[in-house]
């Protein structure tokens, strides 16, 4: 059996970025035969033990430094670290609850430490590889996951336009 780990600082688990980014891509792997999946945030009683055990390791957006002696413990057991950078840390805006802590110099380099040090950095989208790419020599954009597609919409005889957003609660400023 394969067990994967994705790890994250708490946060609303009804949708956004948890459903998009965790859940929906770690259902889909743990659909796959001998495949086991765990989500846990960084704060989880047992996450040592747990991010020790798995076979892959995906930390997204968790700037911590104790993983700094895990990551390469990891590396030589020759275990996968993943890190995600979901977001552009250094240009967070001012009325998203992670501002500040980005904000903070030691954070924003921990964070692209972390990201260094991995084995493998993977992104939302497009902009953000462009952007932090230069941070690790393997790096890929692994786009949103949907579990269910809803069936397309019907073209409609008026001439009115419809605009469909989606996001989680630290863009709610970007709609």
């Known amino acids: 059996p394969l067990l994967i780990a994705q790890v994250e600082p708490p946060q609303n688990e009804e949708g956004g970025d948890y459903y998009y980014r965790t859940l929906a891509p770690g259902m889909a792997m743990a659909r796959e035969e001998g495949i086991y999946v765990v989500n846990l945030t960084n704060v ?5 033990e747990i991010m020790r055990a798995a076979h892959v390791l995906i ?14 413990e990891r ?22 609850p992670v501002y500040f802590f980005y904000r903070n110099p030691e954070n924003f380099n921990l964070c692209k430490r972390l990201a260094c040090l991995s084995d493998v950095v993977q992104f939302t989208v497009d902009e953000l590889m462009r952007i932090y790419g230069y941070l690790n020599p393997v790096n890929i954009v692994f786009p949103n ?17 419809v605009i469909g957003w989606g996001g989680s609660h630290g863009h709610l400023e970007d709609m």
């Open 44 to 48: 989880h009683r047992n996450k040592e």
């Open 59 to 72: 930390l997204k957006n968790v700037c911590d430094p104790d993983l700094l002696p895990l990551i390469l």
């Open 75 to 96: 590396k030589a057991q020759k275990r996968l670290t993943v890190f995600e950078l979901a977001d552009d840390i250094n240009a967070v805006q001012p009325w998203s």
């Open 145 to 161: 996951q949907i579990t269910i597609i809803p069936p397309e919409r019907t073209i409609r005889k008026n001439k009115r336009m």
